[in-house]
């Protein structure tokens, strides 16, 4: 299983309530509507729970963007 | 109502949707709610809204930084004074425990400990009753996470599971002598779902967020349990199915001696401690209800039954019969005065419950599905009947409603209702607020819906003002009658303006209902009015959803609607008491002896 970016778009528009959200690889806290702090820890915990990885401490904080999130979540799956 | 389960994985997934939704919802009640935290709160506040939301309530909220819980309601208060807020959450968890007990430690070390570590809380209660007056929630203690010592850590001087019990039971008499200050056992809520499951070591590093998303879930489910008790929206009846509900087997098919209840099999131990269960409940004052698809006579066979705990008698309604359970249901509603939207019901048959669930949405109905042993624990986890207190009517409520079907049954004999009101041999004592009373005063105001014609709540604190105000009127009326005492029925109060009292409060228990006490609580209070000067009376009525009963209570009173009141707020009313005779004449009424 890999992780892809249509997969983790559903994801930001449930938690952000952005029903019609398109996401890029280089959409981020600074360019997406609603994706504060708080939001971001909803996001974490979702996908967590949709893919079935777990997050170690610090490992988001250097995330720039979805699409090195994107990466992330795939090094978690394939490891 | 609130019976379609919710996760936190769904709060935390769609949470914003279901926001939205929930607030285009009418007839949410506002609260003002600060949450004053030891941890990082917002994940707390978002689930807490949604719970709160579909219980009804519409949350305002304050939230202290973090960790701030101390200073905001201490120190630096300014911002808290001016959001004035109706209940106040201080929200800690054991990471805000500061010293445990050294390994060398003295029973007297641990003793002053204690009192030590308890002294920022009791501040923090102190300053919130001084500078707020609102209500307060405060929680206890979850046992650690680690177990240094092992079982030990439980009996030494110095284990910490010891010291937290120590610590819990200290705070909890601490609060049973606040009037102001409810406790939240999270001790027994986190040790239900397990402490494993309860944190989260990362997201306390990561966020300061003290508990796992399932913890904060049944945090605010909790806390929210505690808002319905508070505002007088708990659930206060638990109407029951009996066939394969209260015993096993369906009496009408198997006949009364094969029906399962009592000691002999593993499913009628099951049933019997389901019995036990709903007997409890009603000594801590929820009344019970029987509605049954059964003929009447055979139904009470099984009660009678000699193995059965509950007896007819603890039944303070009782339909078995072959028409459709929601009309039943309606009709125990109205045999006790109470609306459905105070009703559980329980039934193993899963067509009925979606037929109540359908026709009667106000009703409470948990899928307990058919496992006898699964009953207690799904209505239990659900704290229908939640209450920030047992007061003695309370607990002697259940006989309260039986001595009332009593009443209704003598009331059938007599064809002129005067002559049935006699024949009850009432007595009122009614008097202005007594300290003894207070409580009772203060709780029976913020519960009762129905026969409340301003719905106006107070705190036990403005009460007491009310009581040693020299230009109020305050007055409650208790009611016996041959049939048992009905506890404090009654409140009324009002306030001099000019010639005139201004009745700012006037409430009822629907228990005493056509009793004529409304009259008796009037003469009393044309009496004090006219004692302290006020030669004319003035009434409101403030529409509510729930007050419709009273729209016309003015004016089966005699008095007269004013040219000037509001028809948008309600109606303003006129009474001259110069001339007025005393009127009841059914009740006997006498005032308070010490």
Redesign the interface.
């Known amino acids: 299983m890999t992780a892809q970016l249509a997969d983790l778009t559903p994801i930001f528009q449930d938690v952000l309530d952005l029903p019609s959200l398109e996401l890029t690889r280089e959409s981020s806290g600074n360019t997406v509507e609603g994706w504060d702090s708080l939001a971001h820890i909803n996001l974490v915990s979702a996908i967590e729970s949709q893919f079935g990885v777990r997050f170690a401490l610090g490992e988001l904080q250097d995330l720039k963007n979805v699409g090195e999130m994107v990466d992330l979540i795939n090094r978690k799956l394939g490891s | 109502m609130t019976s379609t389960t919710l996760t936190a ?1 769904d709060i ?6 279901l926001r ?1 939704e929930l607030l285009a919802q009418q007839g949410l009640h506002p609260v003002r709610v600060a949450m004053l935290g030891g941890s990082t709160t ?2 707390l506040c ?1 689930f807490l809204e949604i719970v709160l939301l579909r219980d009804g309530f519409q949350p305002t909220f304050y939230q202290s930084e973090y960790g701030a819980f101390f200073d905001e309601a201490v120190l630096d208060t300014e911002r808290l004074i001016a959001f004035a807020p109706d209940v106040v959450i201080v929200h800690t968890s054991v990471r805000n425990i500061r010293c445990f007990p050294a390994p060398e430690a003295t029973s007297d070390d641990v003793a002053a400990l204690v009192d030590s570590e308890l002294s920022p809380f009791r501040e923090v209660w102190r300053a919130l009753t001084a500078n707020i007056g609102c209500q307060i929630v405060q929680n206890n203690f979850e046992l650690p996470a680690h177990s240094v010592l092992g079982n030990l850590d439980a009996s030494h001087l110095s284990g910490r599971v010891r010291y937290l019990n120590a610590l819990n039971a200290a705070m909890a008499a601490d609060i049973a002598a606040l009037p102001r200050v409810i406790l939240q056992d999270i001790a027994t809520l986190s040790a239900r779902m397990g402490l494993v499951q309860w944190v989260d070591a ?1 997201r306390w ?3 300061k ?1 003290a508990h796992t ?1 399932d913890a904060h879930l049944e945090i605010a489910r909790s806390l929210s349990s505690m808002f319905r008790a508070l505002y007088g929206r708990a659930r206060k009846c638990l109407v029951l199915d009996l066939d394969n509900t209260l015993w096993g087997g369906v009496i009408g098919d198997d006949g009364v001696d094969r029906i399962q209840i009592g000691r002999e099999t593993a499913a009628a131990e099951a049933f019997t401690a389901f019995q036990e269960y709903c007997l409890e409940l009603r000594r801590r004052g929820v009344l019970l209800a029987v509605c049954s698809k059964n003929n009447d006579e055979v139904a009470r066979t099984g009660l009678a039954h000699p193995d059965s705990v509950l007896r007819i008698e603890h039944f303070s309604a009782f339909r078995a019969n072959w028409q459709p359970k929601h009309e039943n249901i309606q009709s125990i509603a109205a045999e006790l005065n109470l609306g459905v939207d105070s009703f559980v019901f329980v039934d193993d048959n899963p067509a009925e419950r979606a037929l109540v669930a359908a026709q009667l949405p106000a009703v409470a109905v948990p899928d307990v599905g058919n496992d006898v042993t699964r009953y207690a624990t799904i209505i239990d986890r659900e704290r229908y009947f939640e209450t920030v207190g047992l007061s003695a009517d309370d607990l002697q409520r259940a006989a309260q409603y039986q001595a009332n079907s009593q009443r209704a049954s003598v009331s059938a004999q007599f064809a002129d209702y005067g002559a049935y009101l006699t024949s009850l041999e009432m007595v009122a004592e009614v008097d202005a607020f007594q300290p003894v009373y207070l409580d009772r005063i203060a709780q029976l105001t913020n519960k009762t819906n129905q026969f409340n014609l301003t719905t106006r709540r107070y705190s036990l604190a403005e009460m007491q003002e009310i009581a040693a105000n020299p230009a109020s009127v305050t007055l409650y009326g208790r009611l016996t009658d041959r049939f048992g005492d009905n506890g404090l029925v009654s409140v009324v109060a009002g306030t001099r303006v000019g010639d005139a009292i201004d009745i700012d409060l006037w409430l009822m228990s629907c228990r005493v209902l056509k009793r004529e006490m409304e009259v008796a609580m009037l003469d009393a209070l044309v009496d004090r009015s006219r004692a302290i000067g006020a030669s004319r009376l003035i009434g409101h009525y403030i529409p509510t959803p729930k007050n419709g009963m009273v729209a016309d209570h003015f004016s089966k009173l005699g008095f007269t609607q004013s040219a000037h009141g509001a028809v948008d707020t309600g109606t303003t009313w006129e009474l001259d008491i110069l001339g007025y005779t005393p009127r009841c004449t059914t009740i006997h009424i006498k005032r308070y002896t010490p």
């Open positions: 994985a935390i997934r769609s949470g914003r949707r939205r917002n994940e978002d990362a590093f990561s966020y967020l998303p």
